[in-house]
């Protein structure tokens, strides 16, 4: 079964400070795999999205990660400001003959305070 | 910018009736799918649908139908709501291809009483 999983469920940090969010996956045929923000009742916006040959991505203050062998990503979030108050998922797609499956983790609640 | 639009951002519904959920999106994508998401849960796909009416299920169907009539919409139906349908519901399409972003509705918060 594809699952996608993610740590720490939540996060609190100050502002101005440095994160790091995990994912680790076991999703087969692996086709490329996003980093999604939510705000609290909105839709996720995408914030970068990387194919199998890709081991690293950036989207200003946010750099994705991918390793690809050991099935793991990770999100750093740089120089961290109040608006990075979300929640971040994972998002691994597989491929289908169809079209492609994505597979979500249930994300991780991430709070900056001044 | 990709747009796509949901119809409301909130509902309140009573138990047995019949709730129509819209999206619209305007880039002429040929993907569009309908999420719910619970706490604890994530995003789980209930229905998808590569071209105008066709439709696929996805992870979570019982319950619910879907109808693409137009390239630009995809409604999402409870033909009768219970309270265990009360969730978000997002909306999202993407081009062709299959491997393409998806781009997500702002979401409607459904509460079925």
């Known amino acids: 079964k594809n699952q996608v999983e993610q740590s720490p469920q939540s996060l609190i940090i100050l502002e101005g400070k440095n994160c790091t969010l995990q994912?680790?996956?076991?999703?087969?045929?692996?086709?490329?795999l996003r980093w999604y923000k939510q705000d609290t009742g909105r839709g996720p916006v995408s914030l970068t999205i990387?194919?199998?040959?890709?081991n690293t991505k950036s989207n200003g203050r946010y750099t994705a990660t991918l390793d690809a062998d050991t099935k793991q990503s990770s999100l750093h979030i740089t120089a961290s400001q109040l608006s990075d108050s979300a929640s971040y998922i994972c998002?691994?797609?597989?491929?289908?003959?169809?079209?492609?499956?994505?597979?979500f983790g249930e994300g991780t609640q991430l709070t900056v305070n001044p | 910018d990709v747009k796509v639009t949901q119809s409301s951002r909130y509902l309140v519904k009573r138990t047995g009736e019949k709730v129509f959920l819209e999206c619209v999106q305007d880039?002429?994508?040929?993907?569009m799918f309908w999420y719910r998401q619970d706490p604890g849960l994530g995003l789980r796909l209930i229905y998808f649908?590569?071209?105008?009416?066709?439709?696929e299920k996805g992870d979570i169907p019982e319950g619910y139908s879907v109808s693409r009539e137009k390239k630009e919409r995809f409604s999402l139906i409870l033909e009768s709501a219970s309270t265990n349908q009360t969730s978000m519901y997002l909306c999202?399409?993407?081009?062709?291809?299959?491997?393409?972003?998806?781009?997500f509705g702002p979401g409607t918060r459904l509460t079925v009483t």
């Open positions: 999202a399409s993407s081009a062709a291809g299959g491997v393409g972003e998806q781009y």
């Open positions: 994912c680790n996956y076991t999703v087969s045929p692996f086709s490329n």
């Open positions: 990387m194919t199998f040959s890709e």
């Open positions: 998002v691994v797609s597989a491929s289908e003959t169809s079209g492609s499956r994505l597979t």
């Open positions: 880039m002429d994508h040929e993907n």
């Open positions: 649908s590569y071209d105008v009416k066709m439709k």
